[in-house]
């Protein structure tokens, strides 16, 4: 059977990294790259902080290729629609047919995605579309998958939970409100190790810092604990 060629959306955290690993379970895709969205500005994964040199470590470690789409800090909705109109023309024209999401649960998020990629003439694909999260989160932990948590929403969570282990003991002090994975935006992770890489992405923790933001529509203002990761030689 002729597999289907793909991207796989690539944010450097569980979701995508247990949405790789299934897709690749399958046999169903040709998937020749990664594709993740960098701020230019401080060269770091958008909304995970996560420095670009260890994305593109994970990205050698999974033997995939990595394609990146660079924007300007906290863009507007029209700057990110056109650059990713851009990109999307461009994976078609090189025989891309489907996009791989690690989305769970958000029906205004996929038909986003939809939408856009409906354009491009691109199929979306879900494979962990509407699976129970505690589910998902016992089976990412179970794999063997390991991850930090990089970044908290701090209205939902308190700092502590910054730099912390995404294992069963993280996921019993969660409070009830808090999807255990992170569903709703309240964490992001990255994975350092697990059955999709070759080798563990080596890094140091570095120090825990607070941003503020307020999008450039202006209707709300959030602030983030983030725990920078340094690249170990």
């Not at 999008?215 to 604990?225: C, I, R, T, V």
């Amino acid at each position: 059977m002729k597999k289907t060629k793909a991207v796989l959306n690539w944010s450097g955290g569980k979701d995508s990294s247990l949405c790789l690993h299934r897709a690749l379970r399958t046999g169903t895709y040709e998937i020749p790259f990664l594709f993740t969205t960098v701020y230019e500005p401080d060269d770091r994964i958008a909304q995970h902080g996560v420095r670009r040199a260890l994305l593109e470590r994970q990205a050698e470690s999974t033997g995939l290729a990595l394609r990146i789409m660079g924007l300007p800090a906290l863009p507007s909705m029209e700057t990110y629609n056109s650059v990713m109109k851009k990109n999307l023309t461009g994976f078609k024209n090189e025989g891309i047919h489907a996009s791989i999401f690690g989305d769970i649960n958000l029906e205004d998020l996929r038909a986003y995605r939809e939408n856009q990629l409906a354009e491009a003439g691109i199929e979306g694909v879900f494979p962990l579309w509407n699976l129970p999260t505690g589910r998902l989160a016992e089976e990412f932990i179970g794999l063997g998958f390991k991850a930090i948590v990089v970044c908290i929403d701090g209205l939902r969570l308190d700092s502590s939970f910054t730099g912390r282990e995404y294992d069963r003991s993280f996921l019993g002090d969660l409070p009830g409100d808090v999807d255990p994975c992170g569903e709703n935006g309240e964490f992001h992770t990255f994975v350092y190790d697990g059955p999709i890489f070759q080798k563990p992405v080596p890094f140091t923790r570095g120090e825990i810092i607070y941003r503020e933001y307020t999008p450039p529509e202006g209707q709300y203002e959030a602030g983030f604990w983030f725990c920078d990761l340094v690249p170990e030689q």
